[in-house]
């Protein structure tokens, strides 16, 4: 997993580690409360006294070494949101919190300090109902245990697999979809310990540790961020994971490798090293270092072990067994420690990450948050998406069809005058599954996002956007365009044409370049606000690649509009503020200057207007 974080291809698959942490999780802990039920010695106090052992010192460890460095590297918009990781972190509930922020193998995420957490977190939930149900359902017996959690673990696998097609990023994250893994655990555990087990030949043994080490490599080596999980896929290393834990003996071949002294080593400072490679790797991205070096993440890679045996030696193995340390100082330790780190959290939200540490000019930029303005970005088009259109309604009946760029599109509309003129339909394709109608299967053009996730969108198919096309005036189709899906394009256009006529207008996309808010902050102002960006040539040709496939008359440049004709893009606007927060989408104020370039240049060619019309010969905007 952390050579998986370190961006090494080779383990595309490598997210999967912590599946089989839930597995093996599930596994010990369920062997721990069955004995101690079974000689009648549970105690939950003991139980959770255990927990906060085993998990809070070295947590407390990293995140107390994460905050000065967050301090010191990250903006007061991301600082803030470090803050609510905190809170989240030292609640246990770190998964609904990234869940509602981003997926997890987006770009943004792998700047997140405590995303990893995440994981312990579904592990804490679990923990905080399994002793309790254990408690209640021990005097029922081992059969009717066993068969409830089965069913308990079939249920939360259908969800997992039905969440990993309709709702991935839910599904990654939260207990319902991961419950079944833990689960599994547990029942490995129950298997093992019952009465009159049949011996099992070495040679049998020796195939089904091969088959579940199998399981587990081809996982590891053969998904990557495009399987579609954590449904049916996951069984893959989880079943692979149980058949080890099951068969796999000191005397088998599998057993003897993961016997070994490097095995057991990396085992016992595991938990460490998944706790500090994380952090490195965020901070050392925040800090201005390259995102993908073999040799530096790498580096941090060792790095991370070595802290590993540090906190390991030190910090987990003095509190875990050390008998000096009684369970009343554990609690006290555990309360302070998470009540001092979230109500950190809680100021560096309230705020605004500790903005005023900056000058008073460099404010506005720090404050500048992706999940702020990207929630602008979404709002209306998502408000309006499939809207029917009112019939008594004389203004043009626009719908406007494509990814996060037709909602900027609509936001530009509704900052404009074209507001009154107009009523407003959306219907969404996600970025990269393709603005596309086509008479076949295309899923293996598809490169950009998860194939089978693409098929949720409907493309153009589907009663309710059948109608709202007949029912429009015109259709405004609207898209990053990437270069496989614009080379399909004039093939879409010719099959909607052919069934809805003349009324598709196609916009191109829009490129501001990077934009790096720390290295604009240290830019004099003047300098700062006269900053413009070239379009890139590969912009351009997909950008005239998509104007061919519409034709001139029915292709609106919006990259020409907002960069002009020599493709120099202004990041400002004479008031300071940017007109874009992440290179692609507009801010606000990104939006009032589009829609007013859009009013002016749709209706000089009589786009819209009392009684709505059509797109004239010739192209809207400056070629570039």
Known sequence: MILFHAGFEIFSGGYVGVDVFFVISGYLIANIVMAEMSADRFSIVHFYERRARRILPALLLVVAVCIPAAYAFLLPS???EFGQSLVATMTFSSNILFWSQTGYFEGAAELKPLLHTWSLAVEEQFYLFFPLFMMLAWRWGRAWLTTLLVVVAIGSLALAQWGALNKPIAAFFLLPTRAWE??????????????????????????????????LLYAIF??????????????VPTVGTALIIVYCGPQTWVGRVLCSRAFVGVGLISYSAYLWHQPLFAFAKHAGLPSHHAVLYGGLSLFALILAYGSWRFVETP????????????????????????MLGAVAHASDGFVSRLAPEDRYLASVSPGVYGAYVRKRFDDLQHVPFKANDQRLKILVVGDSFAKDLVNAVYESP???????????????????????????????????????????????????????????????????EAGLLKESLTNLKKEYGEKFIVFGSKSFGAIDIKRLMSIPLPDRYARQNKVSGTHRDVN????????TARFVNVSGLLCGPQGSCPLFLPNGRLISYDGGHLTKEGAVLLG?????????????????????????????
């Open 78 to 80: 991301e600082m803030k």
């Open 182 to 215: 833990l689960i599994l655990g547990v029942l490995v555990a129950f298997y093992l310990s019952r009465p009159a087990q049949k011996e099992v030949s070495l040679a049998a043994r020796n195939v089904a540790a091969l088959i579940g080490a199998g399981l």
């Open 222 to 235: 053969g998904f990557d961020q495009r399987t579609p999980f954590p449904g049916f896929y996951a069984l």
């Open 319 to 342: 509190f875990r067994h050390g008998r000096r340390i009684t369970g009343k100082q554990i609690a006290g330790f555990s309360f302070a420690g998470c009540g001092a780190v979230a």
């Open 418 to 484: 074209l507001a009154a003129q107009v009523q407003i339909s959306t219907h969404q394709i996600t970025a990269g599954c393709g603005n596309l109608h086509l008479d076949r299967d295309f899923h293996q053009d598809i490169t950009q996002k998860q194939p089978f996730l693409c098929d949720n969108d409907g493309w153009y198919k589907g009663k309710a956007l059948d109608g709202l096309i007949r029912q429009s005036d015109v259709v405004w189709v609207a898209s990053a365009w990437a270069p496989w």
């Open 544 to 551: 005239r690649i998509v104007e061919e496939a519409a034709g």
């Open 596 to 624: 007013k370039l859009l009013y002016e240049e749709l209706t000089a060619r009589q786009l819209v207007g009392k009684h709505g019309g059509s797109m004239p010969a010739q192209s809207v905007g400056p070629s570039s």
